[in-house]
């Protein structure tokens, strides 16, 4: 588990920063670039996957009022990120195609809001992860390329290295977002009436 300082510190030597950084208040140059864009590089790689650790599932609060073409109208959840599907209370498998619950997002004076059909809905969401010890290895890899890609130019000057980072970033999406998946097991699906009847 790595911190948020030794994140940055692995970005930072990947653009060929071999001095590494003890906080984010130090005064220096890569210690400011990572205070600017560490916060907004988390959120962004937390919004690209459902990872497993950053998932909840919560009820929704019905606002009432819903918006004309929907049947309700729920409060965005706090410390949302992405909201990933609308389910009914009490779901808990990955969501078919065809079982996927129409939502869209609005806003009104209170904040955003979900619009929706779904009575009593419930959302499973990617929440905003501030501490770094819920991070495995490979998201926190998945973390520092994004990071570096930041920092590369502020920080070398070298376009080259910035597109290094673009796609070694890719690469290790793809394996953290693949680790992820390895980490939960559905349900078994419920056999069908024809093969229970056959039996």
């Given at each position: 588990?790595?911190?948020?300082?030794?994140?940055c510190n692995i970005?930072?030597?990947?653009?060929?920063?071999?001095?590494?950084?003890?906080?984010?208040?130090?005064r220096s140059k890569p210690a400011e670039q990572c205070r600017v864009f560490y916060g907004s590089m988390r959120e962004l790689v937390l919004q690209a996957f459902p990872w497993p650790f950053a998932e909840s599932i919560v009820s929704l609060a019905d606002l009432g009022s819903p918006?004309?073409?929907?049947?309700?109208?729920y409060r965005y959840p706090a410390d949302c990120l992405q909201v990933r599907s609308i389910v009914q209370p009490g779901w808990r498998r990955a969501l078919t195609a065809d079982q996927e619950i129409p939502f869209k997002i609005g806003y009104d004076s209170g904040g955003r809001v979900i619009h929706t059909d779904q009575p009593e809905a419930a959302c499973r969401f990617t929440f905003k992860v501030e501490d770094s010890t819920f991070f495995d290895a490979q998201f926190s890899d998945a973390l520092a390329w994004r990071l570096a890609m930041e920092l590369a130019l502020p920080l070398s000057s070298k376009p080259d290295?910035?597109?290094?980072?673009?796609?070694?970033?890719?690469?290790?999406?793809?394996?953290?977002?693949?680790?992820a998946f390895e980490e939960s097991q559905d349900d078994p699906e419920p056999e069908s009436e024809f093969?229970?009847?056959?039996?």
């Open positions: 588990m790595s911190s948020d300082i030794e994140i970005a930072l030597s990947r653009v060929a920063l071999t001095q590494p950084i003890a906080s984010f208040t130090e918006a004309p073409g929907w049947a309700y109208r290295l910035q597109q290094f980072a673009a796609q070694q970033y890719q690469m290790a999406l793809t394996l953290a977002e693949g680790s093969i229970t009847v056959r039996q």
